[in-house]
């Protein structure tokens, strides 16, 4: 027997007799990857050696056990949109893990094949002391579970099972303790306890399925990547996929240039041209004049043009070569256009595992290899180890906290993905990577839901804006939940704080918000859009080359108080909603923003919290809430100005008094220009909508400036 051992990931010793072992810390956090390239080189000298498994490992009967076990769906929402089925099926589920032992004490051996595929997809080992008398086990899960998914649901909204049944099983490797962690952490959201924590996992083979349940099975990934597979993915895209992932091409095109990239010069756009777009990170490298026609770009960028002549186009575009980087009206009016510019491509290659345009494509070329896949032999059939799906390799990558990619990744209708792993395809209808058999989905479970959500996927505007109502509904949860995707990613200038936003909101101006944006916010349609704020434990910092009042002025993530439209978007628990006071939007002057409303001063008093006051009296209006702060003691005392975004009226039962709570934004005041402090909510205190001394307090609407 030659021990492995899941401290070091060496040979020669088990575990607890690890002589790298003074303390569990020592391991690394429990979210850290394990060192493939490692583990490959330690176990390659046993690969061949014997597929002879080791005693605990053939009382496994591990074939079997993944072609015959009823192993079920642990992500079957009912109608109220609960998983209690999914977790009365987990619970049936762990009556059929494969116990390894408490983790000081598992022995693998490097002769036995199950044992080296174990220790291949072992997860890295927590610093919780806890952890190593914790009991490990072999978790069998549905293939379309692990990856994100879930059956489709029928008109009585159930999944069908007899479908279900035919997708491959994969396996693995958890502990009890880690699965509570991840229920506590993602509670109520079952789809996320299915994907955190199985980056790693093995599964039989699509050249030895199991018989009853070939669907989705492994399939083998070769260290370079493999442009027949993406070429499938693409011609199956333009085939059968709907209008959701269809190209259309516009003429205002023709004012970019593409790269071609058989001639390597930068050349004007043709008509109908038909390009690849490049998402990357620059991380402050860039291309020098000269180096695209020396073949001396950056490596990401070289790879990209490798890509697209090896998927047989001829054009490829690149932020850094196709627009002027000078400062330019040609530069302003090319930002304004990256709507068109990554919708209207292809496809989009999208640098998933890069920190900056040098890192060049995994499994492109030798400069940038994959680790190796493990396959092993069991009892004749293949087994395969799995790769982290395209969530799990999103969520690690630094491409993902970047502000200028998100637009670049969600307005294109077709992205080719190179993870440190594999290659994922993720059209607009669909999800595919190269390690899983896609070529038999009977349920459809690799296609986008849209009532499940998707990252990349916005829902179908045409559906939703049938009538002003909808399309006013739709434009206020789209608006708000991709500017707090926006403001909470990185930017290296601050200078491009409306413009890494730009594509997206041509988008919107074009789809849901015809009124348009004034520094990123629709205040034509919505004025109340000023009541953002940054959420607790942000500490925003100021960009002064913009508006204090709009978020590019601000470095940190953005929030919004309930929906824009209020008596839409509020609490189910209020009733008899109404807003019977707000701003209008005047005029902006540059920077000034003029709106017309109601400027309210009012003295702050800690006592023990901020208690707002009428100025030299004791007429308590109420009490202040600084954002989403618990505490509401945030504010320092003294006498401030407030400008009314919103007031709104409602009861907190059918018959009960009516209450009222003010939306305001804190100012700062330089003569009388206004600029922005905060966001805050003044609920007010009961019975005062009809008494004389508050009511006078909103009786003066003016022009009010902020810069």
């Not at 906290?401 to 993870?419: K, N, P, Y």
Request: glycine share 8%; with cysteine.
């Amino acid at each position: 027997m030659v021990n492995l051992c899941l401290g070091c990931r060496k040979t020669g010793h088990k575990i607890s007799d690890c002589p790298a072992l003074p303390k569990p810390s020592d391991y690394g956090e429990p979210n850290s990857e394990v060192d493939h390239f490692a583990t490959e080189s330690v176990l390659e000298p046993f690969t061949h050696l014997s597929d002879q498994l080791c005693e605990r490992c053939a009382q496994f009967r591990i074939i079997d056990w993944l072609s015959n076990e009823d192993i079920r769906d642990e992500v079957v929402p009912d109608i109220e949109g609960t998983n209690i089925p999914g977790w009365e099926n987990g619970k049936h589920n762990a009556d059929r893990w494969l116990g390894l032992g408490p983790l000081h004490s598992i022995l693998l051996d490097a002769v036995c094949p199950l044992c080296r595929m174990i220790f291949r997809v072992f997860p890295p080992i927590a610093m919780d002391e806890e952890d190593w008398g914790a009991e490990y086990f072999l978790r069998p899960i549905r293939s379309y579970n692990r990856l994100d998914k879930r059956l489709p649901l029928d008109e009585k909204g159930s999944p069908n099972e007899e479908v279900g049944k035919k997708y491959a099983i994969y396996v693995v490797v958890n502990s009890r303790q880690s699965q509570v962690s991840v229920l506590g952490r993602y509670f109520g959201d079952a789809r996320d306890q299915m994907v955190h924590g199985f980056e790693s996992a093995f599964a039989l083979s699509n050249k030895t399925p199991a018989p009853a349940r070939p669907r989705l099975s492994a399939r083998e990934r070769g260290l370079k990547w493999n442009p027949d597979i993406v070429r499938g993915w693409m011609t199956r895209c333009e085939r059968e996929h709907s209008t959701s992932c269809r190209v259309e091409w516009s003429d205002q095109l023709l004012l970019c240039r593409m790269i071609d990239v058989s001639s390597r010069r930068i050349v004007e756009c043709p008509p109908q041209c038909r390009y690849i777009a490049l998402s990357y990170v620059w991380g402050g490298i860039g291309p020098q004049p000269g180096d695209l026609e020396r073949g001396e770009l950056p490596q990401t960028i070289e790879d990209a043009i490798t890509v697209t002549k090896d998927l047989g186009l001829k054009y490829l575009w690149v932020d850094a070569l196709c627009i002027d980087q000078t400062p330019s009206l040609e530069k302003v009016q090319q930002l304004n256009m990256m709507d068109l510019i990554y919708s209207c491509s292809w496809a989009t290659i999208v640098a998933l595992h890069s920190d900056n345009a040098d890192t060049g494509l995994c499994g492109l070329s030798s400069r940038n290899p994959r680790a190796p896949q493990r396959s092993e032999t069991v009892e004749g059939s293949q087994l395969l180890s799995l790769f982290p799906g395209l969530h799990q390799e999103l969520m690690r990558s630094t491409y993902n906290t970047r502000a200028w990619t998100l637009q670049e990744l969600i307005l294109c209708s077709r992205r080719i993905l190179f993870g440190k792993h594999q290659i994922h395809f993720s059209c607009n209808t669909a999800n595919h990577c190269e390690s899983i058999d896609d070529t038999s989905d009977p349920g459809g479970v690799l296609d986008k839901d849209p009532k499940q959500g998707d990252f990349f996927l916005l829902p179908d505007h045409k559906e939703y804006v049938k009538d002003a109502g909808s399309r006013r509904a739709f434009a206020d949860t789209t608006f708000c939940g991709l500017v707090e995707m926006y403001t909470g990613r990185k930017m290296t200038n601050d200078s491009d704080s409306l413009n890494a936003f730009k594509g997206m909101l041509s988008f919107l101006q074009k789809t849901m918000l015809p009124g348009g944006f004034v520094w990123g916010l629709p205040l034509q349609e919505f004025p109340q859009s000023l009541r953002w704020y940054h959420p607790r434990g942000i500490r925003p910092r100021r960009r002064p080359d913009f508006p204090s009042w709009s978020y590019v002025g601000w470095e940190g993530e953005v929030n919004f108080t309930d929906k824009l439209n209020l008596v839409n978007g509020g609490s189910s628990e209020r009733f008899d909603e109404t807003v019977d006071l707000g701003l209008n939007y005047v005029r902006i002057e540059g920077k000034v923003l003029t709106v017309d409303g109601i400027l309210l001063k009012l003295e702050v008093r800690n006592e023990p919290f901020n208690n707002a006051y009428i100025p030299g009296t004791d007429f308590l209006v109420g009490v202040l809430q600084e954002g989403n702060f618990l505490h509401k003691n945030t504010l320092p005392p003294g006498v401030f100005d407030f400008l009314v975004v919103e007031r709104l009226s409602f009861r907190y039962a059918p018959q009960s008094s009516i209450r009222q709570t003010l939306y305001l934004i804190m100012l700062t005041r330089d003569g009388e220009v206004f600029g922005r402090r905060a966001m805050v909510r003044l609920y007010v205190e009961p019975r005062l909508e009809e008494c004389k001394e508050y009511l006078e307090i909103f009786n003066k609407r003016r022009a009010i400036d902020i810069f």
